[in-house]
């Protein structure tokens, strides 16, 4: 039997959980109205918690800069996993032969998107919705298993992850930046292109640790408080360039 002092912190948590419900949905029933609508609530729509007229509009939109920023983005990103997965395996890995970082499967889709890109070859559209399903499911593994190794950092180890976050926020703000000054970028590009190098750092970083025991406790620290440090940090650099 639970000691009543648990019902009553259960209850004390469970009460603004609950008012907390109500707005949250209610912002989750907004993003789904037309922008016409978006912040006007009738009788007829539950207190504004279901969405009339339903639309996702708003969020396949691209974020930030458009489908242009999107186009640049997509070329630093093959870039930046291209190297991630052949070099950065290769350090993560202790050195020795290159081909370890062959064996990375990103390095190989990377290398068939060129060529079914520069040969305009395409798959069925069954199997592109498929392998596509499949690909999702990575994310939400990876961040069980980041959440997994969160749970296990003790504070004092954190302030390691807080300077080293800090170092790379801003190496990967003034790098990017100084480069693409130096060879003249435009604004659209110069942005997404601090954009992409500024983010934090990603969960794959964490996978591979794990894989090649690279310290991965220390990397799942980097990963929560770059994340942490980024909610501030991305509308700032958002705001230079927008």
């Known amino acids: 039997m639970l000691n009543r002092s648990y019902y009553w912190l259960i209850l004390a948590l469970a009460i603004p959980a609950f008012i907390w419900l109500v707005p949250t949905l209610w912002m989750v029933s907004l993003s789904f109205q037309p922008n016409d609508v978006l912040a006007r609530t009738t009788s007829s729509t539950a207190l504004g918690l279901i969405p009339a007229p339903f639309t996702a509009e708003n969020y396949t939109a691209l974020f930030a800069f458009g489908q242009a920023g999107f186009d640049f983005a997509v070329v630093i990103f093959a870039v930046m996993a291209i190297m991630s997965f052949t070099f950065g395996v290769w350090v993560v890995a202790g050195g020795g032969s290159p081909v370890t970082a062959l064996r990375e499967p990103l390095v190989w889709g990377a290398v068939l998107g060129l060529l079914f890109m520069l040969m305009g070859w395409t798959v ?5 919705n498929t392998l596509d399903m499949i690909g999702q499911i990575a994310i939400p593994l990876m961040l069980v298993t980041l959440g997994v190794a969160i749970s296990r950092l003790q ?24 480069v693409g000054l130096w060879f003249g970028l435009p604004k659209l590009a110069l942005g997404v292109l601090v954009l992409q190098v500024a983010t934090p750092v990603a969960v794959t970083s964490y996978m591979l640790a794990t894989k090649y025991r690279a310290g991965a406790d220390e990397v799942a620290g980097l990963v929560m408080v770059s994340t942490l440090i980024s909610v501030v940090a991305i509308p700032v650099i958002l705001a230079f360039f927008i």
Do not use: F, I, Q
Request: positive net charge; glycine residues 6%; contains cysteine.
């Open 155 to 178: 504070p004092r180890s954190l302030g390691r992850a807080v300077w080293m976050s800090a170092l790379k926020l801003a190496v990967c703000v003034s790098l990017p930046l100084a």
């Open 124 to 128: 069925p559209e069954w199997m592109g």
